[in-house]
């Protein structure tokens, strides 16, 4: 694989299907989007659930890997679908609720700080896309999930108990996954 890219790939590369199916180096080096979703939701570069310094994952790390990948698409896709909605809301009503519009605003920044970082300081095997980088934003992007799921819920109402459910599900399986890597 070649060095890290600064190229278009970097902007809009998606990494499918490997960004689920084998969310680990060098799966889609160069490739912003997968990468930082796979170090939001995994663990891309093999620092904390095996140790990449001697390998790859074996089948039982990368099984983990991608159930982690498809655990975090319902929580990216509502907040996703959230920020954008609030976005939306700042746009057309651009008076109302400063508060909603810092909500808005504070993804969209920690975003373009995390892109500006990864193409000013590249490097050869991508290590500058750190899902790490975001955790200020995660209140932001908790709020944007809840008023997505809230929109989604009240619009069709029968859709609260398995919505939950699924959520419950994703939960435990991720918290499975941050106890096994938590553990020495």
């Not at 889609?28 to 979703?37: E, I, K, N, S």
């Not at 390998?55 to 975090?72: L, W």
């Not at 069709?156 to 938590?182: D, T």
Request: aromatic share 12%; hydrophobic share 50%; glycine share 10%.
């Amino acid at each position: 694989m070649g060095p890290y890219s600064t190229g278009l790939s970097l902007y809009v590369g998606n990494g499918l299907p490997k960004v689920i199916t084998d969310p680990v180096a060098p799966s889609f080096r160069g490739q912003f989007a997968p990468l930082a979703y796979s170090e939001v939701w995994g663990d891309y570069f093999g620092i904390w659930h095996w140790n990449s310094s001697i390998g790859p994952p074996n089948s039982s790390e990368r099984r983990e890997t991608v159930v982690q990948a498809v655990v975090g698409l319902p929580y990216t896709l509502l907040a996703l679908a959230g920020w954008l909605a609030l976005l939306a809301v700042m746009i057309r009503h651009p008076a109302a609720e400063p508060a909603r519009q810092l909500v808005a605003l504070l993804p969209l920044a920690a975003l373009l700080g995390v892109l500006y970082f990864a193409t000013a300081y590249p490097t050869t095997d991508g290590d500058t896309a750190k899902g790490s980088f975001m955790l200020t934003a995660v209140p932001a992007w908790a709020a944007c999930f809840g008023f997505a799921f809230d929109g989604l819920t009240r619009r069709f109402p029968r859709m609260l108990v398995p919505s939950v459910v699924l959520l419950a599900i994703c939960a435990g399986l991720s918290l499975r996954f941050g106890l096994a890597v938590a553990s020495p």
